[in-house]
């Protein structure tokens, strides 16, 4: 079936959704809708198979035949035709992107993994940055990790900026949004009762684990704290040890997706 084709040369009501969207967290969320541009973020949606709900495009345009290829093999039920002025007002691009994807937004839970065995999981607790969100998922991606996991008051994994940081690799990597601490550790606590073995560790600069100890090997579960704060109380007391990355210069920390990539490539290279 073609899709339902809007034309806007106005901002009326439905640019209005479109661009709340974009900027709007509780709008995403409410309307349980993602906004997505850009070639490779589009591509890794498409490969996983998240469902296409509309695309836009600037009115007239010819569309290339990667972007026709999007719309017929996801078959959006809305085709918007903006004028130009509008596309290029909604595209979060300085040239504006060919096509702009509303998709409907991935929730997975907890509770879809009760009876998983994950090697590797990755908590990110209270993350308040959408592009190191989304560098931290783009890192997990590249090392193999099972299952990423967003904790506490956090930043939201579909903002658009993590979206682009992560290049799609939300897409690829299962990635779990729990506010709530207590429901995360009854989650861990399961997985040390199944997985011999399974330690969970947290990350500092101050920790009393070398990166480089033997006993930072899968399976486990790795903690990175807060920006600015580090790790939470709760979370601090909880794990098993905390873990350091010796550094030389001046500077005691690392920004998150460096200190994950730098945690995440010592793990994944015990497991070679």
Not at 185 to 208: C, H, K, M, P
Request: glycine share 8%; net charge negative.
């Amino acid at each position: 079936m073609s899709p339902r084709v809007i034309r806007l040369e106005v901002k009326n009501d439905d640019f209005q959704i479109l661009e709340s969207l974009k900027t709007n967290r509780h709008k995403r969320t409410r309307r349980g809708q993602i906004f997505v541009e850009g070639v490779a973020i589009i591509n890794q949606l498409v490969g996983a198979g998240v469902p296409v709900e509309a695309v836009v495009h600037a009115a007239g345009a010819r569309l290339s035949d990667w972007a026709s290829d999007v719309i017929r093999t996801t078959g959006p039920a809305t085709r918007y035709e903006l004028a130009p002025d509008l596309m290029g007002e909604l595209s979060d691009r300085a040239n504006p992107s060919e096509i702009i994807v509303v998709a409907r937004r991935p929730d997975p839970t907890l509770t879809d993994y009760a009876s998983a065995s994950p090697e590797v999981v990755v908590v990110l607790d209270r993350p308040a940055s959408p592009g190191n969100l989304g560098s931290a998922i783009r890192s997990c991606d590249a090392f193999g990790v099972d299952l990423a996991i967003v904790t506490g008051h956090a930043c939201d994994i579909w903002d658009p900026q993590s979206l682009r940081a992560s290049l799609g690799a939300v897409f690829a990597v299962p990635t779990i949004a729990e506010p709530s601490p207590a429901r995360l550790i009854g989650w861990l606590d399961s997985l040390r009762a199944e997985r011999e073995g399974f330690r969970v560790l947290g990350t500092d600069s101050g920790g009393s684990l070398q990166i480089d100890d033997e006993s930072v090997r899968a399976p486990l579960a790795v903690i990175f704290g807060n920006e600015a704060t580090g790790l939470s109380q709760t979370l601090r007391e909880y794990v098993d040890d905390v873990v350091a990355i010796p550094m030389h210069g001046t500077v005691n920390s690392l920004n998150l997706a460096s200190a994950l990539s730098v945690m995440l490539y010592e793990v994944d290279r015990r497991r070679r």
